[in-house]
């Protein structure tokens, strides 16, 4: 069972305003993505970590998506102006090294 | 890029009856991780299956799955269906810690 955590479980934001969500590591795993499941349950790559360098990020994260993993505390997404097409289910995984991810629980937004 | 397909988008079948889903991929590396994920509503992905290595079953929770690269393959099977086992199906691929691609998920309806 994966022992990813991920606060906050629901978010409710209206349209321009900032989202930001939280993520916890499995213990000892040193890589951390996230991902967007839209309403057709389609997944998206948008970021990951490495302790605390970015590997990989798709453009549309560089853009209004922002994204770190410091030492010593739990990763963060946030969307700085959030939009309708935002609304979705954004899903943390952690991993050690080429292994297996294992997600966590998600955070469901809601853009109004 | 790395593509994952996933043939059936549902997939319903009775109690007791045999299940099998398709997945094929694209990839330019020569040693991929594939797996195979199960998402119930309401829930995040959970691993079912993972392998790398060709030609060799895997196996869990009474699920199993084969790497094929010459056919470039990994199908998921289950001689007898549960009503348990009603839930989204994804396939994916995933090289050396990059973030994973996932196939658009089969959903899985058991019927008693």
């Known amino acids: 069972n994966s022992k990813v955590i991920q606060t906050p479980r629901y978010l409710v934001k209206g349209q321009g305003q900032k989202a930001k969500m939280r993520c916890i590591p499995e213990k000892g795993h040193p890589v951390v993505f996230w991902y967007q499941q839209n309403k057709n349950n389609e997944f998206k790559f948008l970021i990951n970590f490495q302790n605390q360098e970015v590997l990989q990020q798709i453009d549309m994260t560089e853009k209004r998506f922002s994204a770190e993993c410091p030492s010593n505390s739990p990763c963060s997404l946030e969307i700085q102006s959030s939009e309708a097409g935002d609304s979705a289910l954004y899903l943390c995984?952690?991993?050690?090294?080429?292994?297996?991810?294992?997600f966590g629980p998600g955070t469901r937004l809601l853009v109004l | 890029g790395d593509s994952v397909t996933q043939t059936e988008g549902l997939v319903t079948l009775t109690e007791g009856l045999p299940v099998m889903l398709n997945c094929t991929y694209q990839?330019?590396?020569?040693?991929?991780?594939l797996f195979w994920y199960v998402q119930h509503l309401n829930e995040s992905p959970r691993l079912l299956l993972k392998s790398f290595t060709d030609n060799k079953r895997t196996e869990h929770q009474g699920f199993h799955a084969t790497l094929h690269k010459s056919s470039s393959s990994f199908h998921l099977q289950k001689s007898s269906a549960q009503l348990s086992d009603s839930a989204l199906y994804y396939c994916a691929l995933n090289n050396y810690a990059q973030g994973l691609t996932f196939g658009l998920g089969t959903r899985v309806s058991v019927f008693p």
């Open positions: 995984a952690s991993s050690y090294r080429v292994d297996t991810q294992y």
């Open positions: 990839t330019i590396y020569s040693n991929p991780f």
